[in-house]
């Protein structure tokens, strides 16, 4: 079964450039989360979507990002313009289901390195 | 307010001595804990969750409400235990969920 794959692996942009992070979950699952490390900080929640709809958008920092997920499938995380804060580790996550108090795992991808220069 | 604290960044240890990453949370409701790890160039990935009172490569964490800490334990460590380790904390706002992580503590076993 593939796992969670997020596109690319590392992107450098200059300031005030656009990037786009994808992330493709695992076939099935309804569930998808964008997190992001910040270097020398802990992972932080950005989003969360459960099919096409954005469920919690609480931790999205500013509206210079932007998340889609259309269809239900894939999410795109877009960036722009850039700044030298955005750099830093952002994660994709997955999971099938949700249950309260049962513990569900969520499947993590490799990560996008967003180095802003 | 909804944290977890992981206070130790660095743990280096011997191969076979015994090891405990520290978690401590804070959260109103019924906590939901887990353990997740990175191992080098490799994903994210979950060790184990309270929830199941598993042993999963020779760690366990117990759940303690009274302290509000759910540490990572394992009485002989190995090199290949090397890796970050993540506490994370599942926070419910109606149906929805989400992961807090700590900080991280990156255990370092030595030959």
């Known amino acids: 079964e593939a796992g969670v794959t997020q596109f690319p692996s590392h992107s450098v942009i200059e300031k005030g450039q656009t990037v786009t992070l994808r992330c493709d979950p695992i076939s099935g699952h309804d569930n998808l989360y964008w997190y992001r490390r910040v270097m020398g900080k802990e992972i932080k929640f950005l989003l969360h979507?459960?099919?096409?709809?954005?469920?919690?958008e609480s931790g999205m920092p500013n509206n210079r990002f932007l998340a889609e997920r259309t269809g239900g499938t894939y999410s795109t995380l877009k960036v722009q313009p850039a700044e030298l804060e955005d750099s830093g580790v952002y994660f994709c996550?997955?999971?099938?289901?949700?249950?309260?108090?049962?513990?569900?795992?969520?499947?993590f991808g490799q990560g996008t390195r967003l180095t802003v220069v | 307010a909804q944290r977890v604290t992981q206070p130790e960044k660095l743990l280096s240890v011997f191969k076979g001595a015994p090891v405990e990453l520290k978690c401590n949370y804070s959260y109103s409701g019924s906590p939901e804990l887990f353990w997740y790890v990175q191992y080098s160039r490799q994903r994210l990935q979950l060790l184990l969750r309270h929830i199941s009172r598993e042993s999963i490569k020779g760690f366990t964490a117990d759940l303690n409400k009274g302290e509000t800490s759910f540490h990572l334990k394992k009485p002989f460590a190995q090199e290949e235990d090397s890796a970050m380790y993540y506490c994370?904390?599942?926070?419910?706002?109606?149906?929805?969920?989400?992961?807090?992580f700590g900080q991280g503590t990156t255990l370092q076993v030595k030959p």
């Open positions: 979507f459960v099919k096409e709809s954005k469920q919690d």
């Open positions: 996550a997955s999971s099938q289901v949700q249950y309260r108090g049962r513990g569900s795992e969520a499947f």
């Open positions: 994370a904390l599942s926070v419910w706002s109606g149906n929805t969920g989400k992961l807090i």
